[in-house]
C-alpha cells in the first residue's frame, strides 16, 4: 500500500507541472539538450508536443549517424514548423560535417540560405554555427545571409571562411558577443564587422587566420567590456599584432 501511495505521489507531481503555463514548460525545456527534451514527450499527452516549440534548437549530424539526407529533413522541417506556427526562437545551434564531398555543393551549406532567413523572422537572438570538413585547410565559405540576420545579439562561427561575401551593410546593431574561432576573414572585412556592431560586449577570438592587424578604437566600440584573442598555432608572435585604446575594459586575454 506504501508503495502504491508514493506512485501516486509521483503522479500527481508530474500532473501538476503538466498543467503549468506552456509557456514555462518550454521554459523548463530550455535548459534541457535536444534529445532530453525530445524524450519528454513520452511523459504524458499534455507533453508529447510541448518540445516542438522550445525557444531553442541544437542540431547536430553526429547523432544521425551518417544519415545526411535524414539530418537536414529534419533541420529543414522543424524551422519550416516553426516559422509556419509564427513561434520565436532565442537560441539556434547547428553542428555539421562536411566529410567526403567538396564542401561547395554541399546542401547542408545551401541551405543556410533558406534557413538563416527563417531564423531572422523569428527574431532568434543567438546563432552558433560549426562545419568540419576533411578538406585542407578545413574551412567553409560562409554565406552572406548570415551577416543579414539583424536581430542577432550573440554570434558563434566555427571554421568558416568569411572571404568577400560580406554585404556592404551589415545589420549588426543589436549584436553584443562576437565569438569566430578557426575563422579565415582578411583586415577589411574584420574591420566591416566591428563598425557594424556598435553594441559589442565581448569578443572572442581563437585560432583565426588572415588578420595581420587587429586595432579597436573606443569610438567605435563604445561598450566593450572583454577581448580575448588566443592564437597558440600562429609560428611568430609577431605575425599578427594587437592595437586596442580601452582604458575601461574590465578583461583582456592575448596569447599567441
Known sequence: MKKAKGKDCNYMSMDRISDLPKDILHRILYFLSQE???RTSVLSKSWRYVWCARPNLDFSDI????NRQG?????DNTLQQYYDQGLSLEKFHLYASLLGKDYSDHESVLLLE???????GMGVKAFSLSIISDRTPGITDLSSVVFKADSLEYLHLNRCNLGQNIPENIPFVGLQVLRLQNVLMEEEIFEKIVSSCPLLTTMWFRECKGLKNIKLEKKLLKYLKKFSCINRNT??????????????LEKMEIIG
Open 36 to 38: 532530453d527534451a525530445v
Open 63 to 66: 547523432n544521425f549517424k551518417g
Open 71 to 75: 539530418f537536414l529533413s529534419t533541420v
Open 114 to 120: 533558406k534557413w538563416v532567413p527563417l531564423l531572422t
Open 235 to 248: 609560428p611568430r608572435i609577431d605575425e599578427c599584432s594587437v592595437e586596442i585604446d580601452f582604458p575601461n
